[in-house]
């Protein structure tokens, strides 16, 4: 019973953003063993999250480290994109040109006046 009660301690505290650690701390073991080689924070040291804010704030006045380089990750996405459509558009002219070749052989073959 107390295997599953730690399982689902685990799995509640990975759902919602907490570690190992935190489920260490919950089944009262000792808070300073170093869990997966990380020593705990010392007592007032800043958790290393901003702070919330309660209000709009333009992304021009937001701190560096919350701006995504989005192009770093949007243009070559669209590249990508862009070439795979262009492979998929030639690919669908060499079939289509294929096709329309066995089209003018068969009416070649079946044409008036051609008998076998």
């Known amino acids: 019973m107390r295997l599953k009660q730690l399982i689902s301690a685990v799995m ?21 063993i170093p869990i997966g080689g990380a020593a705990p924070a010392p007592e007032g040291a800043a958790s290393g999250q901003p702070k919330q804010l309660d209000e709009f704030v333009p992304i021009d006045q937001l701190p560096q480290v919350e701006q995504i380089p989005a192009a770093n990750l949007l243009i070559p996405a669209y590249a990508f994109v862009w070439v795979a459509v262009l492979a998929y558009v030639i690919s669908l002219s060499r079939r289509l040109g294929a096709v329309e070749q066995d089209m003018q052989r068969l009416e070649k073959d079946i044409a008036p006046g051609k008998s076998r």
């Open 12 to 32: 509640m505290s990975a759902a919602l953003g907490g570690g190992l650690a935190t489920v260490v701390r919950a089944q009262g073991h000792p808070a300073n």
